[in-house]
Nanobody, 115 residues
Framework: VQLQASGGGLVMAGGSLRLSCAAS????????MGWYRQAPGKQREFVAY???????QYADSVKGRFTISRDKAKNTVELQMNSLNPEDTAVYYC??????????WGQGTLVTVSS
C-alpha cells in the first residue's frame, strides 16, 4: 500500500486546513485509515482514524475541531481541521491499517499554525 498525503501549509490561528491522502496498491487489504502527527521535539501521536464501516475515533485534543472522512471509491481519506491553534503545528502523517494489523505510512505533510 502506498499513501500520498497533501494539503499542509501555513495558516493563522483560528483558521482551517484540509489534508488529503490517496491510497494505492493493495487497497483491498485496508481496514482503516487515519492520521497521526509529530510536533517538533515530540513523539508521533494519534489524531484520528476511520474504519471501512465509517466508525471514527479522535484524539481528545482535536475532538470537535477535526473531522475525518473517507471516500472508498476514490481510496482517499481527508482530515478537515478547523479552529487551528499553534499547538496543532506538526508534520501530519497518513496511515493505513491492513486486515493483518500492519500499519502503512505515507510521507508527512507539514502544518504550521501561526499565532
Amino acid at each position: 500500500v502506498q499513501l500520498q498525503a497533501s494539503g499542509g501549509g501555513l495558516v493563522m490561528a483560528g483558521g482551517s486546513l484540509r489534508l488529503s491522502c490517496a491510497a494505492s496498491g493493495s487497497i483491498f487489504s485496508i481496514k482503516a485509515m487515519g492520521w497521526y502527527r509529530q510536533a517538533p521535539g515530540k513523539q508521533r501521536e494519534f489524531v484520528a482514524y476511520i474504519t471501512n464501516s465509517g466508525s471514527t475515533q479522535y484524539a481528545d485534543s482535536v475532538k470537535g475541531r477535526f473531522t475525518i472522512s473517507r471516500d472508498k471509491a476514490k481510496n482517499t481519506v481527508e482530515l478537515q481541521m478547523n479552529s487551528l491553534n499553534p499547538e496543532d503545528t506538526a508534520v501530519y502523517y497518513c496511515a493505513a491499517e491492513s486486515v493483518s494489523s500492519y500499519l502503512y505510512w505515507g510521507q508527512g505533510t507539514l502544518v504550521t499554525v501561526s499565532s
